[in-house]
């Protein structure tokens, strides 16, 4: 029973024993990140793919026995073409997966600005949507271009009657007394008369 609780104690509490941590390496995230770029870009063009098939195909007719005096540096055909190329592609993939991951964080960045300026564009339509809604409820109560010409003509018709009016009393004479009698007036004519009789 005793033993039973030791082994229960040491199970309940932790271990003093170190973990084993791999040494940490100092790389500049920018520069290696560049690397990675350039390698991923590089190995996604035509030329990495012909002189990948040169190599290749240098390798395999080199190695293939044809005599055996033939110099040969793979005994055992292939297998170290296809270690090569296994390690190629162990190193490729990370590389590449790092690259797409820098390009995944410059596309969302971009996204991030995109959606804040979509934001801000949508803030200042509806500002704008606003602002001509209250433009349209002014206008309606300001006067119209035709409401103000047909209120000028309606005046100037009245300044213009009242015009020909004061020309007529000024022709009568209503406007103070006129100076004598011209000649050929039609008022002078009954005075006439009146001496003659």
Do not use: C
Not at 48 to 73: E, S, Y
């Amino acid at each position: 029973m005793a033993k039973a609780e030791r082994a229960s104690a040491r199970l309940n509490t932790p271990g003093s024993r170190r973990r084993f941590e791999l040494p940490r390496f100092e790389l500049d995230r920018d520069a290696f990140g560049q690397f990675a770029e350039g390698f991923a870009r590089f190995m996604g063009t035509a030329r990495f793919l012909a002189w990948m098939t040169v190599i290749v195909i240098v390798w395999v007719l080199w190695n293939v026995p044809a005599g055996p005096d033939r110099p040969r540096f793979d005994d055992y055909p292939f297998i170290f073409l296809t270690l090569v190329l296994s390690l190629q592609a162990s190193y490729a993939a990370p590389l590449i997966l790092l690259a797409q991951n820098r390009q995944e964080g410059r596309d969302r960045v971009g996204l991030d600005a995109d959606r804040a300026q979509n934001d801000q564009n949508r803030a200042d339509m509806d500002f704008l949507a606003r602002e001509i809604a209250s433009l349209r409820n002014s206008v309606g109560e300001l006067a119209t271009r035709d409401y103000v010409r047909s209120e000028l003509r309606a005046e100037l018709r009245t300044m213009l009657a009242e015009l020909e009016a004061e020309d007529a009393r000024t022709a009568l004479g209503d406007h103070g007394p006129r100076p004598g009698p011209r000649d050929g007036d039609h008022r002078s004519r009954p005075s006439q008369r009146d001496d003659h009789r």
